[in-house]
């Protein structure tokens, strides 16, 4: 089993930046790649970013692109989310997410094993 933590979420003017971290326990050397996925009051559940355990690869959704970063330090099993440039569009609640194996659309929810609790981003105008 694998246990994701995140944290960094708030509220911030639109403009703002934050900074999203997931931590991740357990046997994490199972993990083949990390995302971020968010659910919009309303809305289903979107993939935002995506990154290889290797940090080699990464994807990101087109909305994001240019303005989010995903990053990992394997150091410290963490995968990180930096968001700048943030609009009221993004407000949502983040979760992170590991999967085991490569199979499969890294932008579907379903293709992944593991998932945190969540944290609200909230971005006024």
């Known amino acids: 089993q694998v246990q994701l933590v995140e944290s960094g979420g708030g509220l911030v003017q639109a403009g703002g930046s934050l900074r999203l971290s997931c931590a991740a326990s357990?046997?994490?050397?199972?993990?083949?790649?990390m995302g971020w996925f968010r659910r919009a009051p309303g809305k289903e559940r979107e993939f935002v970013a995506v990154?290889?355990?290797?940090?080699?690869?990464?994807y990101y959704t087109a909305s994001v692109k240019g303005r989010f970063t995903i990053s990992r330090d394997n150091a410290k099993n963490t995968v990180y989310l930096q968001m700048n440039s943030l609009e009221p569009e993004d407000t949502a609640v983040y979760y992170c997410?590991?999967?085991?194996?490569?199979?499969?659309?890294?932008?579907?929810?379903?293709?992944?094993?593991?998932w945190g609790q969540g944290t609200q981003v909230t971005v006024s105008s």
């Open positions: 997410a590991a999967r085991r194996n490569s199979d499969g659309d890294y932008r579907r929810w379903n293709v992944y094993d593991y």
């Open positions: 357990g046997r994490t050397f199972s993990v083949d790649a």
């Open positions: 990154i290889s355990w290797s940090g080699a690869n990464t």
